[in-house]
Each structure stands twice: as structure tokens, then as C-alpha cells.
């Protein structure tokens, strides 16, 4: 197989930006292939911080994770299974480059788990025997995702 057809090997800070109950930081880095989909991303997300696969999500590229920013959604749609096939049929090197705006994941609607996803410059070529996706790096616990409020 041809480096062309193996594709490469993206280096994705993922950050989680914004929930009102996240006691500390939570970064994960993530080598992906450039040809994975964006669902492929919230499965590696999901992997990541242990999270359960209960909610719908959704990307979109902004400038900032700011409430007021510009989005741009992809696979918004309220016909959830059109979003996730569009989510599925999306991949990774057809987002970057980005120029100064950033990916965004926003999981659980209700709940708002807001990560922003920073590309490392670059790519490198798949090591042999290694599975991808896979964090390279983990700085901070997994967040809390259903925290147990008051005395229960």
C-alpha cells in the first residue's frame, strides 16, 4: 500500500473548553489518520475521557468557543441520521487546514461539553503495528461527565 493510500497521521489537541462543573483541565492528544471521519473523532473522543455514548454531538469551526462566535456547523441537521452520515462521510483532511479558526466538539446538547480540537503542524506516516486512533498524551482526569450533586 502506497503512503498515498495509507494516508497520514494527524496530531489533534483536544481540549475540554467549557462545562460549568469541570474541576481541572482535560487534555488529550490524539494521533489520528487524515482520512478518518469526524465520527471517527468523537469515537476517539469518547475513548479519551470515558465517556458514555448517550447523547447526540455535533462540529463546528469558529474562531473561538466563545457563545457569540460565527459557526460553521457540519452534520447540524435535524434529521439526526442525515447529521451522521454527513459526520461519517467528513474526513479529517478535508477539514484542515483551518487557517486561524479552530474544530470545535460539542457533545450532549443539553449538558454542553464543549472541546476545542488544535491540529499539530504537520503529519507523519503510520509506525508499523501501531492501531490509530490513540492519545499519545493525557494531561488532567477524565472530566465528570453525570457529577453527583449535594448530599444524594
Known amino acids: 500500500m502506497s503512503d498515498k493510500e495509507q494516508g497520514m497521521i494527524l496530531k489533534l489537541s483536544v481540549e475540554c473548553v467549557s462545562r460549568y462543573y469541570l474541576k481541572e483541565p482535560c487534555i ?23 465517556f458514555d455514548r448517550d447523547h447526540p454531538f455535533g462540529f463546528y469551526i469558529a474562531n473561538s468557543a466563545s457563545t457569540y462566535a460565527k459557526k460553521r456547523w457540519i452534520g447540524l441537521n435535524e434529521d439526526w441520521g442525515r447529521a ?6 467528513t474526513e479529517l483532511k478535508s477539514i484542515y487546514p483551518l487557517g486561524r479558526q479552530k474544530l470545535y466538539y460539542l457533545f450532549d446538547f443539553g449538558e454542553n461539553w464543549l472541546f476545542e480540537i488544535r491540529k499539530a503542524r504537520g503529519a507523519k506516516k503510520p509506525e508499523p503495528g501501531v492501531t490509530y486512533p490513540r492519545v499519545i498524551e493525557s494531561i488532567g482526569p477524565d472530566p465528570e461527565q453525570y457529577p453527583v450533586y449535594g448530599d444524594g
Open 28 to 50: 488529550r492528544v490524539i494521533e489520528i489518520h487524515d482520512h478518518a471521519s469526524l465520527y471517527d473523532l468523537h469515537e476517539a473522543i469518547q475513548d479519551a475521557v470515558d
Open 84 to 89: 451522521e452520515a454527513e459526520m461519517m462521510d
